[in-house]
């Protein structure tokens, strides 16, 4: 089995999507992921693309088509949800703290279900709070933490890494070098990381089946031949 690497930002709406079924994969198949926040915002500002700015159907079909593939997921998101989000950089900020502390998929999963379930805009109050209280956090501690230079310059270097591993959107998928962009890519990423799952929860392989003609009387046998 190979490691997934996980890139993402909080603020996509499509990555909503990958948030809320992962950890259930994670549970089934013992998948190792790695959490990785960055700054989509920033790298597609450099492709100089801004999806969904100024652009009202096509932010209406977005809504559409996230909720009909929450609904093939069994997932109950309230949409639209607030959109775009105004505390991006601080809501991945806190990821990429949670990430060095490990508790990054909680922390993500959590932003996410107060963001589309609840309608609480990520990065923002009374989201923020809400979210590192239900974690066991202080609120405070971990803000200010996250606003320093340290938490500042790792967010930078974790963008840097994603430009130069090819990602640039969010959510994507890592695998061996090989990038998967979008939800929707998620299964073939997984299918590199595991490439037959079957064959891990089989306990051992079937026993050769027996020839029912071998078991027949040797004068059914021939009699099957003539009629054959």
Same mark, same amino acid.
């Given at each position: 089995m190979k490691k997934v690497e996980f890139w993402f930002s909080i603020g996509s709406p499509y990555t909503y999507l990958s948030v809320m079924r992962l950890p259930r994969i994670i549970a089934k198949t013992g998948l190792q992921v790695d959490w990785r926040p960055f700054s989509a915002?920033? #790298?597609?500002? /450099? *492709?100089? !693309?801004h999806p969904y700015t100024d652009k009202p159907v096509r932010t209406a079909y977005m809504w559409t088509d996230i909720e009909r593939q929450a609904k093939k997921f069994g997932l109950t998101p309230r949409l639209p949800a607030p959109f775009p989000v105004l505390g991006y950089e601080i809501a991945n900020? #806190?990821?990429?703290?949670?990430? +060095? /502390?490990?508790? &990054?998929? $909680? !922390? &993500?999963? =959590? =932003? !996410?279900? *107060?963001?589309? *379930? $609840?309608? *609480? =805009?990520?990065? +923002? /109050?009374?989201n923020l709070s809400k979210t590192l209280v239900e974690l066991g956090r202080n609120p405070d501690k971990i803000i200010a933490q996250a606003e320093g230079a340290v938490i500042g310059q790792a967010f930078e270097a974790a963008t840097a890494e994603a430009r130069d591993r090819g990602v640039f959107d969010t959510p994507s998928f890592v695998v061996e070098g090989q990038v998967y962009w979008g939800d929707d890519r998620m299964p073939d990423a997984l299918r590199h990381a595991i490439p037959d799952p079957r064959a891990r929860v089989m306990k051992k392989p079937p026993a050769p089946e027996k020839s029912r003609l071998s078991e027949d009387r040797p004068d059914q046998k021939k009699t099957r031949s003539m009629v054959q």
């Amino acid at each position: 089995m190979k490691k997934v690497e996980f890139w993402f930002s909080i603020g996509s709406p499509y990555t909503y999507l990958s948030v809320m079924r992962l950890p259930r994969i994670i549970a089934k198949t013992g998948l190792q992921v790695d959490w990785r926040p960055f700054s989509a915002r920033q #790298i597609m500002k /450099e *492709h100089g !693309y801004h999806p969904y700015t100024d652009k009202p159907v096509r932010t209406a079909y977005m809504w559409t088509d996230i909720e009909r593939q929450a609904k093939k997921f069994g997932l109950t998101p309230r949409l639209p949800a607030p959109f775009p989000v105004l505390g991006y950089e601080i809501a991945n900020r #806190i990821a990429v703290l949670a990430a +060095q /502390e490990g508790w &990054v998929a $909680d !922390y &993500v999963g =959590t =932003t !996410y279900r *107060h963001w589309f *379930h $609840d309608g *609480h =805009t990520a990065g +923002q /109050e009374p989201n923020l709070s809400k979210t590192l209280v239900e974690l066991g956090r202080n609120p405070d501690k971990i803000i200010a933490q996250a606003e320093g230079a340290v938490i500042g310059q790792a967010f930078e270097a974790a963008t840097a890494e994603a430009r130069d591993r090819g990602v640039f959107d969010t959510p994507s998928f890592v695998v061996e070098g090989q990038v998967y962009w979008g939800d929707d890519r998620m299964p073939d990423a997984l299918r590199h990381a595991i490439p037959d799952p079957r064959a891990r929860v089989m306990k051992k392989p079937p026993a050769p089946e027996k020839s029912r003609l071998s078991e027949d009387r040797p004068d059914q046998k021939k009699t099957r031949s003539m009629v054959q």
